[in-house]
């Protein structure tokens, strides 16, 4: 089964502040793949990072980084000096890679970050 | 470079009436994917169309069905509307066979079961 768990609901931080937002997956595909959206109050969800199951390599992308562990099955995500404009809901997904499954995200609650000024 | 367009953005409907949402994808792509999104919760899979035909299904009723259209802009219909169905609904383009077929959303469509 697929399954992802985001265990933080809300988080809030004054701004410039660093938050890392955590994510745990569960799968039992070889290959899969994990993503980060993030959904301002407009709705829309943003796709942020894709990350294969055979890269480990974490990434940084301005104030964005993402740590990828294997070991414990987790993606987490952290923003570095926040501002006010990373407020919104934040989601963790998971993707198969079986032919005839793994075309669905599973999805995590989300985590709703707030950055107060 | 148009991205994933919905319509209509908001809907109100009544117990018992069908609905039907649209879906243009993102140029270039020709995958498309519907999810349901409750108040609070994450997204839940409802289906994906490939081809024009249906590829993979959620656990969604068959009260849910859906088409994709030659030029793969999609249509969600929804018959018998139960309260429960009031929640946003998203609407994902991808390019198959593109490796991972990252999705990309479109702004949703907010529907409202009185």
């Known amino acids: 089964a697929q399954k992802v768990t985001q265990a933080q609901t809300e988080i809030s931080v004054v701004e410039k502040e660093d938050v890392t937002l955590d994510c745990v997956y569960e799968?039992?595909?070889?290959?899969?793949?994990l993503f980060w959206y993030k959904q301002p109050p407009s709705g829309e969800l943003v796709f942020l990072i894709r990350r294969n199951s055979f890269d480990e390599q974490n990434e940084i992308s301005g104030r964005y980084s993402w740590n990828f562990q294997k070991s414990t099955s987790s993606f987490n995500f952290t923003i570095t000096a926040s501002q006010v404009v990373d407020s919104a809901v934040y989601f963790c997904a998971l993707r198969g890679a079986r032919r005839n499954t793994g075309n669905q995200f599973y999805f995590g609650t989300g985590t709703s970050l707030t950055v107060i000024p | 470079d148009a991205g994933v367009t919905q319509s209509p953005t908001h809907l109100i409907k009544t117990r018992g009436q069908q609905v039907t949402l649209r879906c243009s994808p993102k140029s270039g792509h020709d995958t498309v994917s519907w999810y349901q999104q409750a108040l609070g919760q994450g997204p839940q899979f409802i289906f994906q169309y490939y081809e024009e035909e249906e590829r993979q299904r959620g656990n969604f009723p068959d009260r849910f069905s859906g088409h994709q259209f030659p030029n793969y802009s999609s249509e969600l219909n929804v018959n018998a509307l139960l309260l429960g169905d009031s929640a946003l609904y998203l609407c994902?383009?991808?390019?198959?066979?593109?490796?991972?077929?990252?999705?990309?959303f479109g702004p949703g469509t907010r529907l409202t079961v009185l």
């Open positions: 994902a383009s991808s390019l198959n066979g593109a490796g991972t077929d990252t999705q990309y």
């Open positions: 799968t039992r595909d070889t290959t899969y793949y």
